[in-house]
């Protein structure tokens, strides 16, 4: 679409959602679904007809718990701060951005309270449960605070190792269009559907299941950096398995052929931009193909070469660019950071100082400015509270599937080397994919792996590869 048609698109959209809005909302689907409840045939415990049901529940009452009047304020309201949130970013002023934040946090506030607080649980609990049924703020940080605490003594003994990797096998130039074929020869091996879904190109990359049959993914390239984009393109690509995935073509628009959490949502793609890509077994396959369609430059450098320079670990001031070991801390932050907010334990003045020393303690840096600090993520300013925990959940979901999955398939490292991917996907489809959201994201942690989800799988899986690379 061309940018001068974004204007009447955002009015044509606006228009959808209030229809699609008040025909979700109408009292004849309350009373269809309650209906359908009070039948016993189609509500037998377990059954794939009760989950679907139990999931229209859910999405009927958090559609009429909100009033009209507050949805669309918090709409307006969200796209003024976004607004003021880009210059007050540009310059890093904080006091620029504050009174807005203040005003999104009582308007979030309110649609908290709208919901309603469960006994024992609490504000931030119905904000989170958005993005992640049915998970609480306690149960995250049940999960979160053991992975902090190890994650930085990882960190500190990979600063002591002193023998970080050579960076130079990615300082390799390639031109955007090799790198595209490549990208698209990856997704191809990996499973990706083309015929139900395409590569392209944008300045954030996204992805997004429009409909039956039609996945969309998109990249960004980098002429100086050509792995920006592999792993852009393989994180995106593991979103569009799940999308592809999903029994779209017999029940579109159902819950059952929906995802079940964007934790899950993001497992997907964690694990075919991390666990699988940056693997040793994945570029003793790759490498020779990237020879041929990138070129020659790489030919001076082997596949442990580019195991060790996709996994260099460097604590840093900006999330979006951390590297796998790192991330969560950030993601750390503004989680505690937020939950105290909604809490009302936090005030929006002490954010810029709760953050600054958060960040110097988990990850050891100084931040210099508001701009590379909590001014960095457009996420606050138009409401996303709640969304950041499950950036975290998602690698812990990866990696205990991980540990699942390699003992299922026993010659799943020996495949990837070669090249076979087969079996890993019919796998996720299986087991994940399939059931839409037949359970919740817990319970499906549960069933696949016989556990409660916890952090000790992603810890061993980041303290292994750290231990490879540098030598600890
Ligand atoms: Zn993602």
Redesign the pocket.
């Known amino acids: 679409m061309p940018p001068a048609g974004a204007a009447g698109r955002a009015e044509q959209a606006s228009i959808l959602a209030e229809i699609v809005h008040a025909r979700r909302t109408g009292p004849n689907v309350g009373q269809l679904i309650s209906a359908c409840e009070a039948d016993d045939t189609l509500m037998k415990p377990g059954s794939e007809t009760a989950a679907n049901l139990r999931e229209m529940r859910r999405d009927y009452d958090l559609a009429t718990k909100l009033p009209g009047e507050l949805v669309a304020e918090l709409a307006k309201v969200g796209s003024q701060s976004q607004e003021v949130w880009k210059q007050a970013r540009e310059k890093s002023d904080w006091q620029m951005f504050a009174p807005w934040l203040e005003k999104m946090l009582t308007l979030t506030k309110r649609k908290s309270e709208c919901y309603g607080i469960a006994p024992g649980g609490e504000a931030y609990d119905n904000l989170i449960d958005e993005y992640e049924p049915g998970a609480t703020a306690s149960m995250i940080q049940a999960t979160f605070t053991p992975l902090r605490s190890e994650l930085s003594a990882l960190l500190a003994r990979v600063k002591e190792s002193g023998t970080p990797p050579s960076e130079k096998p990615l300082k390799v130039k390639i031109e955007p269009a090799k790198q595209h074929t490549f990208g698209n020869f990856v997704m191809g091996a990996c499973g990706f559907d083309t015929q139900a879904g395409r590569l392209d190109v944008t300045t954030h990359p996204f ?1 997004s299941g429009i409909g039956p049959g039609d996945t969309r993914l998109t990249t960004r390239y980098r002429e100086e950096k050509f792995t920006d984009a592999l792993y852009g393109t393989m ?2 690509m ?2 569009g398995l799940y999308e592809q995935g999903l029994p779209k073509h017999n029940y579109f628009g159902e819950p059952r052929a929906g995802d079940i959490s964007l934790g899950i ?2 497992s997907q ?2 694990m075919w931009e991390n666990f699988v890509g940056r693997s040793k077994p994945f570029w003793k396959w790759a490498l020779p193909h990237a020879k041929k369609i990138l070129g020659k430059q790489l030919g001076k450098y082997d596949a442990k070469d580019y195991f060790m320079a996709v996994n260099t670990s460097r604590p840093s001031l900006i999330r979006v660019e951390a590297d796998e070991a790192t991330y969560n801390l950030h993601v750390m932050v503004r989680f505690e950071i937020e939950r105290a907010l909604i809490n009302g334990s936090m005030k929006v003045k002490d954010i810029p100082g709760e953050w600054n020393r958060r960040y110097q303690e988990y990850l050891g840096v100084a931040v210099p400015d508001e701009r590379r600090g909590c001014l960095q993520d457009v996420h606050w300013s138009f409401g996303l509270i709640g969304y950041f925990p499950t ?1 975290t959940l ?1 690698n812990l979901y990866a990696a205990q599937f991980w540990e699942r999955i390699n003992s299922d398939l026993p010659d799943l490292q020996r495949d990837i080397a070669k090249g076979k991917f087969a079996d890993l996907k019919q796998w996720l489809n299986e087991k994940v994919h399939k059931h839409g959201r037949r359970y919740r994201a817990g319970e499906l942690c549960k069933r696949i792996t016989g556990k409660e989800l916890s952090a000790k799988p992603l810890l061993k899986h980041l303290t292994d590869r750290a231990e490879l690379v540098y030598n600890l």
């Open positions: 992805c994180h995106e593991g979103h949502h993001e793609s964690r950036y998602g």
